[in-house]
């Protein structure tokens, strides 16, 4: 984790507190069915939520200070709560074992993580649809190969962008639902020493499922289906960068990143406005999808379990949640602030003389009877022409002056062929597709 | 892709013919509702689809020869087919361009890909199912960081693999969803000069939904999903390949792949019998994991779509999918004939002494009214002994001769808590969950 | 492998013929030195070599069909070897295990794939150093974020690709020598049943140096390295190939593939001349990356070993070499044809109305005494101007107009700020530096 | 970064005060020398040199101030610095740019890093020669696929465990001499505005080489390759990782981790010593390899530099460097104190009733003048006797009884095929080229 990428209320779910909160709710949960259940007195769980009820502060300190002697951070723990509610505190964790409370607990944290994810891509679509509308039929050139190709609106691209975005969101909200599961199944999760209905009502308590089976340890191809969504997520979010840092490029400059008034661009070129948000988010990117590799080489754990996860863990769980979210929420702001220069983006489409309309000719000259081959060949030199000039010459008042065209297509059926609107006709039908 | 890691299904998809067929039936398709639509004579996908009625060779070729001249793959196929079709065959691919036949070709060939890997999970899941049910309660001890812990059953650990791998096929038929998308939208995704009725017309023939909105290019996020679901799945075949590895080793011995009597082990050391196949698979799985990696960077194309993506994909398309393919088919021939030794389980069960049964006694004293430290302490002392032992020394007796337990617990109580059946006694509650 | 991405001379050392070539070379220097050293008789050794100086041919099918029912590769060979050469041939392979052949087999093959790739690499760098010299002085816009920053030529561009792939070739010098080792150890390395003597022989015979150290097979960390640095490699062509791409794009243009008259763009755009060289060259990077990552995995085997890493080196030994020697000589053509338009870099360098001098007007503002906070602050409100009238206005005929400038700097000392000569004059000191 | 994988000597190097500790040390080298060239005033490094020597506190929280405000973080520091030294400070940063600062300093960071590194690096080498001698002539079954396999000594798997780390330790320091270099060349690489003997001092200064050609930036493939070398390195940790977890399997034990009398293994069983320390050692490697991959991602910046590199690296850098450090100290604590058992390896290599001296038999069979495929037949038979007896028969017995065998060879030679020391007659051998 890296703090200047950070947030405070996705970095607050991996502090300890949080993690020691959990820990709490789970021991306390389940001691509470085992008090039903007669397995423990009922004063069991009463002493252990009588002390929650005090509010009281979770001493990080004394637990960590109780590890270093134990070598075991559930046990430590465990003292350190049975110092708090006396006697009474011996009845948790009875049948469990560290990993019921270790991997649940970190089902609660992926799955918050999850939701404030989710949120922030909420904020993200909103984003791109507000800016998808205000240009829905701004006029920009598309590019295939970084080539002129062929008239779309930017709106158009955000529309792509938010038609991506929503996919990732859904790919989410189903990696969320397969994290969420609860597992108190005992040492090797045969449940052979505790009930399993303590794990449905530990699960239910804390809005998860119950894992159908658990081998002392959650199986790890759900987590590695996690981070692998994230890695996704991370793409589409460098996608949408690279978009924006070539759109900021001196020689297109049809969008900027917002520059703020006191933000020099650099130390020694005063007028430079580099798009460093959105190379910034490039990195980030590299860095989430660099976390879902080691989340897939956990998968194949020795048997019931070991333990190799673990660091890992410790490592992705927080640096890859709270960089998504980072990512993401800055991203929001790029698009919601972001200049958009539309007037560039009409002098851009114009510069190459016409020749993004070739196409148009081509089929136009096809449909007129003309071989497929010889109406390339008939566009073709044309075009070259304009390409050779640098866009000074127009490919519409060559094709005027081409006989072997003017033969097929008369100069009103030509001009019709530069006409701008046409290409826009559908923008309607794909909106609706996308935004519905 | 590995000749001898490839199944003559798979591999045929991927084959030239049968790409040229799916371009083909895209073409006339498309050619087919543009004639509806008046755009083109009828006569254009009538003359199409008669040439195709006599079930026409694809001169592959041919076909080759005329790429390297045109060096345009599209372009090459179409005067190939304008040669054998004649005259009507320039109706073909009006509006369209390059992309809108590969993306979707790549979409129907990813989606008949997913249906074989689907059928392989069907017979995996079948074959986990049958040996699950045939040892649900044979039982072996249970392993957490290689570490002797508590019994379980062989049913059990086949019971998780079930699950793991009916997760994986829930993945795998959303990204096959995901995949399998048409877009017959033109140069830039606008529909400039093609209906989007085509489109529409198309993906309902191919059995794909509409792409919503493209640009030129299916976007790259679905497929970086697709191939990190295979990732996922090849992890979790790993981890059942190293559970068989495992279980082979010469000190364990509890399962063997199945040794065909013509299979000479090694060169050197008649006696042995290696799990070559699992580790074998072991490696697959690394394989096909890496394949994930560049399917995730090829989702940021540069504005409306560079072509960085197809080498990749000329890559991963096949080797990911043939190899797992593969690889599932193996993993099913591994479990299906999986020799399984029961007598062995129990051997290597009994030979800690009863330590397993630690827990239990641990459990039994705290709920004496022993301090769990105290309790933790007492089955520490004796366990040690054990342990020191080599398994020589039984934990029972040695319980039954220290005064600090036989003071909380009887002969009686301490002998029940070495029965082997309590373990098992929610064996069915998980089958139910899993095989439900 | 690819087929389209693949050249002769580096497929062949993958063929099965030339593995089992290499595979005879070392069974029959082996059993030359056992003679020698009296193991066997020396009949053994000659009747070898008087078979192999008939130049056999080796007939591949009739081993493979022996290895599809023996299941085990070497003693197929072996098996069809005896079948060539009669009863001496029981003489080979004593001692030996399988492994001592196969990795010193893969040994050789790396060694002279690293051979080819090291002759691509000095291909590389002969014509990047050509262009180099023929463009020292080419002046061209440096860009910094995209955006313009100072001149540079493109020279220096090249320059740096020189200096980075000489780098890379050193890398591979290294590798190469890493990975050229010979192990003949036997069964579990400890030269239990042949003298290391043979080991020796093999080696030199072979032009590989000893593995000090071997446990039936070559240890993985050496092929680690070796994957890695092609990986690395991978990297530097695809900075290069980003390079020519974004010099190729619409508003740039200053260089571009080479475009040949047959060549067809695209379908539809007759104009476009789109950079698909460099484009596949970005993705076969992203594939050369990414088979370092099973190689890295593939380190860890069990014991003294495991076959987990056979499967991933049938895919990657070849995919990984055949891949960077297309990609290399794929790179030289594009740069050995580039063309460049001197032209358009100077008019793209002008385009920005002088702002890219700003460093230099900046720097002789406190040089006159001018603090720096200041001087900031006088070229940032002249530089703005010229911004904000996309390159209309001059910044120098602004900052003439500037009194707080003019009270600082002359007219003249201004106009000597804007020289162009000015940045090159430590060029020839680079290309000392670089090509010395 | 995590504080538990953290030891604070290299977590020093990447804390902010020690950057701009550097940061200061080549900015006031840079004016140092611009004043010996009489660029700048004598006066102005003198300053900076003279409050320089009252050892100044850096106030990291009154910078980082700055940079929210300034949102640039050299400017931000420069601005501070001339707070403190007064109005002479305005000659430090002449004709640099803030890159040339940036990435000298992290070339100064990772060759500390990678010193701290090879240190780490010898004092494994030293315990692992330590144990490899006190256990030169251990003897210990070797294993392949997991299965027995012939004899070796524990001293011989130590002795590759060193060949490996000493190879680690060649390829990082050619790795760090290859990160160790310094560009101050400014905007754009041409020392447009700073000669180059400025650059070769503060190299000369800092202890680095000259960078050859830059372009505002270090190329990346320097830090792609030392990170790559991390990876391999961390790939070794697991294969010795992997090594001591098997050797702890209960069914194994020839060795333990060392296990503190205050440690508790699991909070339900007492008698359980887990592998933790080379589990977590296993999941440290997997985050050690993520790290390379986006180092590598790195390379391809755009033109002369874009920005993308500096958020991985302000991961990377810490994360990959601090955590391998851990790596290795943990590393060599777990070999120092590694609990070896003697007695339990040469229990385990007699269970399997003498197979392991098959190879040797079959070898001998041979050369009495049976054919290869009839000794492998002879061996086979009785070997298969052995297996299925589980080790309760002896392969030696069932020889003797061999008609067909005692054809070939007498009792007396059978009998001295099964000799253990007839194994290590090579072991010196191979300590001398290892340790030699």
Same mark, same amino acid.
């Given at each position: 984790?890296?703090?200047?990428?950070?947030?405070?209320?996705?970095?607050?779910?991996?502090?300890?507190?949080?993690? =020691?909160?959990?820990?709490?709710?789970?021991?306390?949960?389940?001691?509470?069915?085992?008090?039903?259940?007669?397995?423990?007195?009922?004063?069991?769980?009463?002493?252990?939520?009588?002390?929650?009820?005090?509010?009281?502060?979770?001493?990080?300190?004394? %637990?960590?200070?109780?590890?270093? %002697?134990?070598?075991?951070?559930?046990?430590?723990?465990?003292?350190?709560?049975?110092?708090?509610?006396?006697?009474?505190?011996? #009845?948790?964790?009875?049948?469990?074992?560290?990993?019921?409370?270790?991997?649940?607990?970190?089902?609660?944290?992926?799955?918050?993580?999850?939701? %404030?994810?989710?949120?922030?891509?909420?904020?993200? @679509?909103?984003?791109?649809?507000?800016?998808?509308?205000?240009?829905?039929?701004?006029?920009?050139?598309?590019?295939?190969?970084?080539?002129?190709?062929?008239?779309?609106?930017?709106?158009?691209?955000?529309?792509?962008?938010?038609?991506?975005?929503?996919?990732?969101?859904?790919?989410? +909200?189903?990696?969320?639902?397969?994290?969420?599961?609860?597992?108190?199944?005992?040492?090797?999760?045969?449940?052979?020493?505790?009930?399993?209905?303590?794990?449905? =009502?530990?699960?239910?308590?804390?809005?998860?499922?119950?894992?159908?089976?658990?081998?002392?340890?959650?199986?790890?191809?759900?987590?590695?289906? #996690?981070?692998?969504?994230?890695?996704? %997520?991370?793409?589409?979010?460098?996608? @949408?960068?690279?978009?924006?840092?070539?759109?900021?490029?001196?020689? +297109?400059?049809?969008?900027?990143?917002?520059?703020?008034?006191?933000?020099?661009?650099?130390?020694?070129?005063?007028?430079?406005?580099?798009?460093?948000?959105?190379?910034?988010?490039?990195?980030?990117?590299?860095?989430?999808?660099? =976390?879902?590799?080691?989340?897939?080489?956990?998968?194949?754990?020795?048997?019931?379990?070991?333990?190799?996860?673990?660091?890992?863990?410790?490592?992705?769980?927080?640096?890859?949640?709270?960089?998504?979210?980072?990512?993401?929420?800055?991203?929001?702001?790029?698009?919601?602030?972001?200049?958009?220069?539309?007037?560039?983006?009409?002098?851009?489409?114009?510069?190459?003389?016409?020749?993004?309309?070739?196409?148009?000719?081509? @089929?136009?000259?096809?449909?007129?009877?003309?071989?497929?081959?010889?109406?390339?060949?008939?566009?073709?030199?044309?075009?070259?022409?304009?390409?050779?000039?640098?866009?000074?010459?127009?490919?519409?008042?060559?094709?005027?002056?081409?006989?072997?065209?003017?033969?097929?297509?008369?100069?009103?059926?030509?001009?019709?062929?530069?006409?701008?609107?046409?290409?826009?006709?559908?923008?309607?039908?794909? #909106?609706?597709?996308? #935004?519905?």
């Amino acid at each position: 984790m890296v703090p200047r990428y950070a947030r405070p209320e996705m970095t607050a779910i991996w502090e300890p507190e949080a993690k =020691y909160r959990i820990w709490f709710e789970i021991e306390a949960h389940a001691t509470q069915k085992l008090g039903e259940l007669g397995v423990v007195p009922e004063s069991g769980p009463k002493a252990l939520w009588d002390w929650w009820a005090t509010d009281p502060k979770i001493d990080v300190d004394a %637990i960590d200070e109780k590890e270093r %002697i134990l070598k075991h951070d559930v046990i430590a723990f465990l003292d350190w709560v049975a110092e708090q509610v006396g006697p009474e505190a011996r #009845f948790m964790h009875q049948g469990m074992t560290s990993s019921d409370v270790l991997d649940t607990t970190l089902a609660v944290q992926l799955s918050r993580a999850a939701d %404030i994810l989710l949120a922030d891509l909420d904020d993200l @679509l909103a984003a791109i649809k507000r800016r998808a509308e205000e240009h829905k039929y701004t006029p920009t050139i598309g590019r295939s190969h970084g080539i002129h190709a062929e008239p779309v609106t930017f709106g158009l691209k955000l529309a792509q962008a938010y038609a991506e975005f929503d996919r990732c969101k859904k790919r989410l +909200v189903a990696a969320r639902d397969e994290i969420a599961t609860c597992a108190i199944s005992g040492a090797v999760g045969t449940f052979a020493n505790i009930d399993p209905q303590v794990e449905e =009502y530990v699960a239910e308590q804390l809005g998860l499922s119950v894992e159908p089976v658990s081998t002392q340890v959650i199986p790890r191809d759900r987590h590695a289906m #996690f981070f692998s969504v994230l890695a996704v %997520i991370a793409s589409s979010i460098e996608r @949408l960068a690279v978009e924006v840092r070539h759109l900021q490029r001196t020689e +297109v400059l049809e969008a900027e990143e917002y520059f703020s008034p006191g933000q020099k661009g650099s130390s020694a070129m005063p007028h430079k406005r580099n798009p460093i948000l959105t190379e910034n988010l490039t990195g980030q990117a590299r860095m989430i999808r660099a =976390y879902a590799l080691p989340a897939l080489e956990n998968v194949a754990l020795w048997h019931e379990r070991d333990i190799s996860h673990s660091s890992v863990e410790r490592f992705i769980g927080p640096d890859a949640t709270i960089t998504l979210d980072f990512a993401l929420a800055r991203m929001t702001g790029v698009i919601d602030k972001l200049l958009v220069y539309p007037e560039r983006m009409m002098k851009n489409l114009d510069k190459m003389g016409g020749l993004v309309h070739s196409q148009r000719v081509l @089929l136009a000259l096809t449909q007129a009877g003309i071989t497929r081959d010889n109406a390339y060949r008939l566009v073709q030199r044309n075009a070259m022409k304009v390409w050779e000039s640098d866009g000074q010459m127009s490919l519409l008042e060559l094709l005027k002056a081409d006989e072997e065209v003017t033969a097929a297509l008369s100069n009103e059926e030509l001009e019709e062929k530069f006409n701008l609107d046409y290409h826009f006709k559908h923008v309607d039908t794909i #909106f609706d597709r996308v #935004f519905g």
